[in-house]
């Protein structure tokens, strides 16, 4: 039985089958190579080479005498580095600072000893010996040899070298009024005194400001060499410390990996450490101590004595202007008038007896304290012929007043001088005494940069051999 076919559609028509489309040219797909790995940086593979040279024990121990060159070398070069600058410093405080220091301290004394002689010599008038015109003279060359020295040695655009300038300009014009004020005092005028009372004014109130401000300057710049010269070395102490301490576990390594008690290298690149550390801490300490008591002993007590020598200066420049001014220059004090010259004695004299016996209590020896001494023997001696002079100008006694003040015997003037080569005794000892110590503390130092450099370089070597030696057993 036929049946029918279920679908609609008709049955596909017998005939060719249809051609087949060929490819079509076209463009060829490209290929993309594998990018390439990126290169490391010459560090990292500087640090994957020593974590690889770390898993051996060659490796290992190269790496280990590299460190113990490095830290030997380094203690080495910072211990020459710090030693050369204390050196330095301490040179500058012996040669240089302390030196324009007390220079400045004989700036100040030359010019008030020339305001004092000046100020002698116009009291005697027509009398006035060639020896009070000799001082006068030579403590005017003194200050400007001295503002020279200074100058030469003065940093440009510095306080120091402003105050120099300053005196420069105003030492003519002293030397001018101080001549102005001789010659009509010989003529007899009156308006010499007048002259010579604006040059003192000129002193007191311009130059010795200028000068003492030198002075204060000079003494920062030793403060500052000072401080320069004595710190402890604690980088180089530290770096040595950390060397040795390298060098006792390479050798306790060594120890426990070979069971050899030492190892020559090793042993001998500690020695050399360890010398050149004990030198660094024994050369510093005794360089330290010398200069602080070069301080203590020598710059105290001549800054005191070159204040007190200041002080006897000004208080007799003031006593003679008491006699030449006969009192027209006046000051109010508590409400009462007193003559400026013998209120600024007083002041000036109460500074030197402080001053004396400060001096006193910082001499330690016989030798320092003996003129100290001797100079407070010669104030006290001064004073009271001073209350003498003083009742009888007060008293309208001019001429006997004058007579107790620059007289040839039993005057002020003795007293003066003799205080004043008293002082310069106690200051000749104490420069002497601080140069010793200085000295002593620049000396403890000598050698020690190019000693430590050295030395370091033969305990990087004993160590760099020691490693060796261990390194060879490999091969």
């Known amino acids: 039985m036929t049946h ?11 005939g060719p089958a249809a051609p087949a489309i060929p490819p079509q040219p ?48 380094s203690f080495g070069a910072v211990t020459a580095w710090q030693s050369s600058e204390r050196a330095a410093a301490a040179d500058d405080v012996l040669h240089r600072s302390q030196p324009l220091s007390s220079g400045a301290a004989g700036i100040y004394r030359s010019l008030a000893d020339a305001n004092t002689a000046a100020s002698s010599g116009f009291l005697a008038g027509g009398q006035e010996t060639a020896a009070t015109r000799d001082r006068y003279e030579k403590d005017i060359r003194s200050a400007a ?44 005028y009156p308006v010499g005194g007048a002259y010579l009372r604006y040059a003192n004014e000129k002193m007191q109130k311009r130059m010795l400001p200028a000068a003492e401000d030198l002075y204060a300057k000079e003494n920062q710049r030793l403060d500052a060499d000072y401080a320069d010269a004595t710190p402890y070395p604690w980088a180089a102490i530290a770096l040595g410390v950390l060397a040795l301490a ?34 660094l801490v024994v050369g510093h300490a005794v360089a330290r101590s010398q200069l602080d008591g070069s301080y203590d002993h020598g710059i105290r007590s001549l800054s005191v004595l070159h204040d007190a020598r200041i002080a006897s200066l000004k208080a007799r420049g003031n006593e003679n202007l008491s006699l030449v001014a ?32 400060r001096a006193a209590k910082l001499a330690d020896d016989r030798a320092g304290s003996t003129p100290v001494e ?40 003795e007293c003066f001088d003799s205080v004043d080569a008293n002082l310069a005794r106690a200051i000749d000892h104490e420069q002497a005494r601080f140069q010793r110590a200085a000295g002593d503390g620049r000396d403890a130092m000598t050698g020690l940069p190019v000693g430590a450099a050295v030395l370091a370089a033969l305990g990087a070597a004993g160590a760099v051999a020691g490693i060796g030696r261990r390194l060879s057993e490999y091969r």
């Open 326 to 357: 006969r009192g027209a220059e006046t000051v109010t004090v508590d409400g009462q008038p007193r003559d400026a010259y013998y209120y600024d004695f007083d002041k000036d004299m109460a500074v030197l007896g402080k001053g004396l016996t």
């Open 246 to 279: 390298a060098l006792g576990w390479a050798q306790h390594r060594t120890y426990r990996h070979t069971n050899r008690v030492l190892n020559h290298g090793l042993v001998a690149g500690t020695a050399a450490a360890a010398a050149a550390l004990l030198w």
């Open 26 to 73: 076209g463009r060829p797909v490209p290929v993309v190579p594998p990018a390439p790995p990126a290169r490391r940086t010459a560090f990292a593979e500087g640090v994957e080479r020593v974590r690889a040279a770390a898993t051996t024990e060659p490796g290992r121990l190269r790496i280990i005498g590299a460190v113990l060159a490095l830290l030997v070398v």
């Open 145 to 188: 040899a001295g503002l020279v020295t200074a100058a030469a040695n003065a940093e440009p655009g510095s306080p120091s070298e402003a105050a120099i300038t300053r005196l420069n300009r105003l030492l003519p014009e002293y030397k001018g009024l101080v001549e102005r004020a001789r010659t009509y005092n010989r003529q007899g």
């Open 4 to 14: 029918p076919p279920k679908s609609s559609a008709a049955p596909p028509l017998p």
């Open 374 to 413: 001797a100079a407070e023997g010669n104030m006290a001696v001064w004073k009271q012929r001073h209350a003498s002079a003083r009742a009888e100008d007060e008293n309208g006694n001019y001429q006997q007043a004058l007579e107790k003040v620059i007289g040839a015997k039993g005057a002020t003037g």
